[in-house]
């Protein structure tokens, strides 16, 4: 039975939805939400849910912090000013230059699949190349240029280059003829496209740390090795940090990594759950943005006053010396609660974080790392909507997508409660899917 709500909004809304991933297929509809406020979600029917999704990473702070609605409040009382310049738009530039260590020069968009668009524009423009090379797994929008294998249903295993496979209707022909796809964390598929490809290559794109396909950390000789031959062939390294910003700290997955890039695109975290992006990378590759030379970015909404001010509070709050170090542990204190929790449950899952985002892949050995969307690809998605919908019927509210986290305002109290819950739903689905699973066998057999 659907909620009156989605009847309406299937009349109105392709899929009853305002974007394809707020379908959930745990629910069999979207999860309807009335209002937020910290690390809490309120139901249409007032019904309240620790929020474990925080909107995708955007509210790492929690929802409505004071210091962003205050900086949006500020924002109001300036006059919303829109499509003009001025002091807090350069200072902040001024301030993510001082922090990320990829920055020298900066420009401000809305959101991610913006920033990478602009990326790519730039390192073709730089180059004059128009390639591109991406990893299995690695998500960065919807751009036409990078709408390849994201999360393929069929993964062939192969250690090589592999076969682009859109994650869309609607492209150009010519689109695949321009990306090179590859496993992650495969030295040898990396080798043999650069053998192939390394004249063609305009950039090569990777989410630093893989949180798309959960939680997954590069190699470290792979990381080194992409480094040295991106730089030695003049190939433009871009870091996608939209998702992987400031999870482990305020000079992001690069700092943390201690590898820099050519350029960068940031999002989500960055304004508190604000729509900004921002792109940008060494001077260089930065002067050619128009109108200082002709790769050109412009745009009514760039910089926007509300997003400018939000991501200074963001940036604020997070200078606070004790911020980071207690949400790591928070986050940390998570993971050890839910591995409890799915033990005594009796449920497979490998939990993975890197920071204050994790990866929950189900059915999957507890004790084998996750290296490759591979490996991921393998989990049991009946098991993971099966949990995030007995989570649901617990009051936590859990998406049933690639990753997880918590925001500054959850607490040890709150983590220690889900823990409790998340064991009793584990019980619950170990005890309904799995069985029906095991009957299954023995019938078929
Ligand atoms: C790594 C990465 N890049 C790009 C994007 C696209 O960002 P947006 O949804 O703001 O367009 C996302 C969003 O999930 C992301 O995780």
Known sequence: MTSELYQRASKVLPGGVTA???????????????????????????????????????????????????????????????????????????????????????????????????????????????????????????????????????????????????????????????IVVIPFNDLAAFQAALDRFGDELAAVIMEPINFDSGAILPDRSLLTLIREETKRRGIVLIFDEILSGYRTGPDCAQGYLGVTPDLTTLGKAVAGGVPLSVFGGRRELMSIVAPAGRAVHTGTYNAHLIPIMAAHAFLDTIAAPDFYPRLLALSER??????RAFKEGGLPVRIQSVGARFGMYFGLDPEIEVTCFQQASRQDKRLLNAFCREMHQRGVYVNPAWHHGISAMHTEQIVDRVGELAADAARAVAQTVLTMTEERRHTRY
Request: proline letters at 6%; aromatic letters at 10%.
């Open 20 to 178: 394809a991933a707020r379908a959930n297929p745990a629910l069999g509809e979207p999860f309807y939400v009335a209002r937020a406020a910290g690390p809490m979600l309120t139901g249409l029917n007032g019904r309240e849910y620790i929020d474990l999704c925080m909107s995708n990473g955007a509210t790492l702070l929690g929802h409505a912090h004071p210091a962003i609605a205050t900086a949006v409040q500020r924002a109001i009382e300036l006059g919303i000013t829109c499509a003009y310049d001025g002091e807090a738009q350069v200072r902040l530039a001024e301030r993510l230059v001082e922090q990320i260590p990829a920055f020298e020069m900066v420009r401000f968009t809305t959101s991610g699949t913006e920033a990478t668009f602009y990326a790519l524009r730039i390192a073709r423009a730089y180059t004059g190349r128009t390639k591109v090379l991406k990893f299995e797994g690695h998500f960065h929008g919807f751009n036409d240029a990078l709408a390849f294998n994201f999360w393929p249903t069929r993964v062939d295993g192969s250690s090589s280059v592999l076969a682009p496979i859109p994650e869309t209707d609607g492209l150009p022909e010519s689109a695949p003829s321009e």
């Open 334 to 339: 998570l993971q050890q609660e839910l591995r």
